[in-house]
């Protein structure tokens, strides 16, 4: 059985990122823009010395849950 199948609409995950053991270089909001409808979207981003490049809908104030975007960059 597909693992597809087995989810339902009412399910819900919770991604929760721990924080990169790395310092934080820079954050703030920067636009994104949409990969099916091409516009652009303001996103709160976190650059971490290890490269992790971290994107959320809004500010997380600590906490890491639910990132739209995780990215490593060099």
Known sequence: MAIASQVSPQMSI??????PTSRV??????YK???HIKNW???Y???FE???LIGFKS????VYTDPLNNFTVR
């Open 25 to 30: 270089v820079k954050e703030g909001w920067l």
């Open 59 to 62: 500010n997380p104030d600590g």
């Open 41 to 43: 979207r303001p996103r």
């Open 33 to 35: 823009r949409g990969e």
């Open 50 to 52: 290890d490269g992790s």
């Open 45 to 47: 981003f976190i650059l």
């Open 14 to 19: 919770n991604l929760v990122i721990p924080p």
